[in-house]
């Protein structure tokens, strides 16, 4: 008596098949898990014994064995219980075999015979949809998430009981969940209502401005202020003015918080770009993903949206090396014993610091710190993380007349920071011309230009290539920071939709440039 | 082979352990360093504070040929030596208390027949503070005044780069360790040019490293050494109200930059200022001081640029101070947009007119 019941195996955020296969036969009465499993897999076994028993089956005294395969892939987690019950009963004749090969099974069992939810459930149904499965059987818990998936049948399952009667009946589709109003995400008519609004940041004209630059050419960005000026606000606002996800964006994400088990009831997937700001303290396995089974870091929790990394040289170096391939590739690849996974690393990296140890360098009356501190602690970050961020800004100390100001509005003469929506439709417009600009490239932002694609694509007005001439012979640039302004100019004068960089382009281009050594500590006459 | 007296000032002045004092309780009773040389053991130990291990120091270094040969070896390295009654050791010194025993120098010693200013200041200096003191460390130096100092960081090393920067003009450092030895190690450029254009001067053999004990007492020769005293920038407990209270003690007059009374930078110096220093705005002032006769026109070369700049530049420029402050604020203050800002201060930076004091912070430049 044998037989077999499909469930699935997460890989990276990929899910994989798997078959769960049972033999019910004469000899010594036993119940065997074999596979190359987990200790909580390996647990399966009382599960699933106890949840039959509860469930209303008699296990007959036989030699029970169980293989998971294909044997050569690990699997941990829980959700195979759901799958291996099925697969004993079939054997055993409770359950038809019909259904087994058209329905994946994922789902963890309890000794009452319920079921519980699981992580990972979205990718492991999307590989369902590739391999042409037409039911989905999950916990009831994580319908919605699975949802997100097309192209199969999804059915919510709150007991083992249930389950039996779905694969025993004739027509399994009455049971699946027909999604009302449309998913979220998939309309594309989400709002950010979490994320806060730029109208709230008073003054900053330059780093709020410097913020649509970096996103509208989603290159990386680094803000430099004293404390208490609102370098966090700032970046808590930039993912907020990305364009929308698209639901391929979306369907990513959501892999990626699925396995790391990040979604809820309440938000069954991702549709707002995320934005994760690890404390300081993060190790480099939490930020770029690892551990003995690998687990997305933070770097793949912000694809798609915003890595901050606030206090920026408190970070530990090596953490922060880590960042350097993830950023310039748009993936991260843990290897590990039982193999490697891909992830997804498409974020904007946007970092905070203090232009000094007590944070107020170079206002003289209140920083005092040495030239040599003020040096030492700019030295913390490495340069070839520097490297990778274009744009770079500083936040002032506001007067008080200046915070106050706005909200009265009798004297409001000054002008009011754009609100997110204003700035995000500038934005789409920009990321649109590149897109079209790239259309034959395999990138499609400006940060990712290489020095031979900015002699291609970033063409200067002739007024502008003297000025900028004069200008890297007068501050001495080197040839990185002469093409970070060109890459930046190219984005300043998209936002303005101008085919030619124009001088303006460039001389705002450089006051973003990056922090220079040489214009710290030593800015003395 | 016989030793000459200054060899013996010479071995004397290098002998491990014994610092001013003992050298002074030492050629009280023995009156010449000659008869140190000579002197046996039981009629050292007589000498008061004199120990065993001095005693040491003193009879294992009596060797004449070594002497001779280290001596050598030191004026080869370009390092010169001169003591207390030498015929070049500097006049002005002999006028201090406490006059250094002897003096270590590279380069050449101040010359007498010049004026002389000693400029002293913060280590942690402003902005403002730095180009203030190179200002006027040129501007003395254009009126022939020897400018003297410590070349520490900050209005030190400013002053004496602003005196370097007119040709023919002579520049002192007096050092808190031997002479050829750079503290601190980033003002090597300027330690190297003011062995061309004056002298490094110790009165700590070669080869002392610097001991924070040394630095107070090298101020009582900064002040020696000059004829004035200008103190800029200097805080509440500044090493430079060191120099200024020495400066006092030996009669030179204490020339002070005024600063805002709410900026704790210019504690010491206002300070100063209300125990009875002389207020300095300006060059003049200086020369005042000094009672030279000097070219009364200063060079407003304010007024000169602007009649060369834009409309636009001309604004930017008026808005520009000596604290560094933020694009972000000069726009605001000039009533342009930053975009337009940026490419105005850019161009003013490439005329050499305004300094970039930090990422984005300009201020002007003199």
């Known amino acids: 008596m044998y037989s077999e019941a499909y469930s699935a195996v997460i890989q990276g955020i990929e899910g994989c098949i798997i078959h769960a296969e049972a033999d019910v036969s004469d000899g010594l009465p036993c119940f065997l898990l074999v596979g190359c499993l987990s200790s909580e897999v390996k647990e399966a076994r009382e599960r699933v014994r106890i949840a039959l028993k509860n469930s209303g089956f008699k296990i007959p005294p036989k030699k029970i064995t169980i293989n998971l395969s294909p044997a050569g892939i690990r699997k941990d987690g829980t959700c195979y219980d759901l799958a291996v019950a099925v697969a004993i009963l079939s054997a055993l004749g409770i359950i038809n075999r019909e259904l087994l090969h058209k329905a994946v099974l994922i789902g963890e069992l309890g000794f009452d015979g319920k079921l519980k939810s699981v992580n990972g459930v979205l990718p492991m149904v999307s590989t369902a949809c590739e391999n042409g499965i037409r039911y989905c059987l999950?916990?009831?818990?994580?319908?919605?998430?699975?949802?997100?998936?097309?192209?199969?049948?999804?059915?919510?399952?709150?007991?083992?009981?249930?389950?039996?009667?779905?694969?025993?009946?004739?027509?399994?589709?009455?049971?699946?969940?027909?999604?009302?109003?449309?998913?979220?995400?998939?309309?594309?008519?989400?709002?950010?209502?979490?994320?806060?609004?730029?109208?709230?940041?008073?003054?900053?004209?330059?780093a709020c401005r410097a913020a649509e630059v970096a996103v509208s050419g989603m290159h990386n960005f680094l803000i430099i202020g004293p404390p208490g000026t609102g370098k966090t606000m700032i970046a808590k606002r930039i993912a907020g003015i990305m364009p929308k996800m698209q639901p391929d964006e979306c369907m990513e994400v959501s892999k990626v918080y699925s396995v790391s088990g990040l979604l809820t009831k309440d938000m069954p997937v991702i549709t707002d770009r995320p934005y994760r700001a690890p404390h300081h303290t993060v190790t480099q396995a939490a930020l770029a993903g690892g551990g003995r089974y690998p687990k997305p870091g933070e770097i793949s929790l912000a694809s798609g949206g915003v890595l901050f990394l606030d206090e920026l040289p408190e970070?530990?170096?090596?953490?922060?090396?880590?960042?350097?391939?993830?950023?310039?590739?748009?993936?991260?690849?843990?290897?590990?014993?039982?193999?490697?996974?891909?992830?997804?690393?498409?974020?904007?990296?946007?970092?905070?610091?203090?232009?000094?140890?007590?944070?107020?360098?170079?206002?003289?009356?209140?920083?005092?710190?040495?030239?040599?501190?003020?040096?030492?602690?700019?030295?913390?970050?490495?340069?070839?993380?520097?490297?990778?961020?274009?744009?770079?800004?500083?936040?002032?100390?506001?007067?008080?007349?200046?915070?106050?100001?706005?909200?009265?509005?009798?004297?409001?003469?000054?002008?009011?920071?754009?609100?997110?929506?204003?700035?995000?439709?500038?934005?789409?417009?920009?990321?649109?011309?590149?897109?079209?600009?790239?259309?034959?490239?395999?990138?499609?932002?400006?940060?990712?230009?290489?020095?031979?694609?900015?002699?291609?694509?970033?063409?200067?007005?002739?007024?502008?290539?003297?000025?900028?001439?004069?200008?890297?012979?007068?501050?001495?640039?080197?040839?990185?920071?002469?093409?970070?302004?060109?890459?930046?100019?190219?984005?300043?004068?998209?936002?303005?939709?101008?085919?030619?960089?124009?001088?303006s382009h460039i001389a705002e281009a450089v006051c973003y440039r990056s922090i220079n050594s040489k214009y710290w500590g030593e800015g003395q006459a | 082979m016989e030793l000459e007296h200054i060899h013996y000032v010479y071995w004397l002045s290098c002998i491990n352990g014994i610092g001013s004092v003992k050298r002074g309780r030492l050629l009280e009773y023995f009156g010449s360093e000659e008869e140190i040389f000579g002197a046996s053991k039981e009629l050292l130990s007589k000498v008061r504070s004199i120990g065993t291990k001095d005693i040491a120091g003193i009879v294992s270094g009596r060797d004449k040929a070594a002497i001779q040969e280290s001596y050598g070896k030191m004026l080869s390295k370009g390092i010169q030596f001169t003591y207390k009654g030498h015929d070049i050791y500097p006049e002005k010194l002999y006028n201090i208390y406490n006059a250094p025993y002897c003096l270590f120098y590279k380069g050449s010693l101040p010359d007498n027949s010049k004026k002389s200013v000693a400029v002293v200041g913060a280590r942690n200096v402003s902005y403002s503070g730095s180009v203030i003191a190179s200002q006027m460390g040129r501007q003395l130096a254009e009126n022939g005044v020897q400018v003297a100092s410590g070349l520490a960081r900050g209005v030190d090393a400013s002053a004496q780069k602003g005196s370097l920067s007119i040709a023919g003009n002579r520049t002192f450092a007096v050092m808190g360790c031997g002479v050829d030895i750079c503290y601190p190690r980033q003002n090597i450029e300027t330690y190297m040019l003011i062995q061309e254009n004056g002298g490094i001067i110790s009165e700590y053999p070669p080869g002392m490293p610097p001991v924070a004990g040394n630095f107070p007492m090298r101020n009582r020769i900064i002040s020696g050494i000059s004829d004035c005293i200008l103190v800029i920038e200097a805080g509440e407990k500044s090493g430079s109200l060191i120099t200024a209270a020495y400066g006092a003690e030996q009669g030179k007059d204490i020339l002070v930059v005024p600063g805002d009374i709410g900026n704790k930078l210019y504690y010491g110096s206002n300070q100063l200022i209300k125990d009875g220093a002389a207020l300095v705005t300006n060059i003049n002032d200086i020369m005042d001081a000094l009672g030279v006769f000097y070219d009364c026109s200063i060079k407003d070369r304010k007024e000169k640029i602007n009649v060369n700049l834009a409309l636009k530049e001309k604004i930017v420029y008026a808005n520009l101070g000596l604290n560094p402050a933020h694009v972000s604020e000069i726009a605001a203050k000039s009533g342009l947009d930053i975009?337009?800002?940026?490419?105005?201060?850019?161009?003013?930076?490439?005329?050499?007119?305004?300094?970039?004091?930090g990422n984005n912070y300009y201020a002007l430049k003199i």
Not at chain 1, 406 to 416: E, G, P
Not at chain 1, 421 to 426: C, F, N, Q, T
Not at chain 1, 467 to 492: D, Q
């Open chain 1, 138 to 206: 999950v916990p009831k818990d994580n319908v919605e998430e699975a949802m997100f998936a097309d192209g199969t049948d999804i059915i919510g399952v709150d007991s083992l009981n249930e389950a039996v009667s779905i694969l025993n009946s004739t027509h399994p589709e009455r049971y699946a969940v027909r999604a009302e109003g449309g998913m979220p995400g998939k309309t594309g008519n989400t709002q950010s209502t979490l994320i806060p609004d730029f109208a709230s940041i008073t003054g900053q004209d330059v």
């Open chain 1, 315 to 503: 970070f530990n170096r090596q953490t922060l090396e880590v960042l350097r391939q993830p950023l310039e590739d748009g993936w991260v690849n843990v290897s590990r014993l039982d193999g490697s996974c891909r992830y997804p690393a498409k974020c904007m990296l946007v970092a905070a610091m203090n232009p000094c140890r007590c944070g107020f360098y170079p206002d003289r009356k209140k920083c005092t710190c040495t030239p040599l501190q003020v040096k030492s602690y700019l030295g913390r970050i490495s340069t070839p993380l520097l490297d990778r961020i274009d744009i770079c800004t500083e936040t002032v100390q506001l007067k008080l007349n200046e915070i106050y100001l706005d909200n009265d509005i009798k004297d409001c003469h000054k002008k009011r920071n754009s609100t997110s929506e204003e700035i995000r439709k500038r934005v789409l417009q920009t990321q649109e011309i590149q897109k079209d600009r790239y259309k034959n490239e395999n990138f499609s932002f400006n940060s990712c230009l290489t020095p031979s694609d900015i002699k291609k694509y970033c063409t200067l007005a002739p007024e502008a290539k003297d000025f900028l001439e004069c200008i890297s012979e007068g501050m001495s640039f080197s040839i990185r920071a002469y093409h970070k302004i060109l890459k930046a100019g190219r984005t300043i004068a998209d936002i303005e939709q101008k085919s030619l960089i124009e001088k």
């Open chain 2, 339 to 357: 975009k337009k800002t940026m490419e105005v201060l850019i161009g003013l930076e490439l005329k050499h007119l305004v300094c970039m004091a």
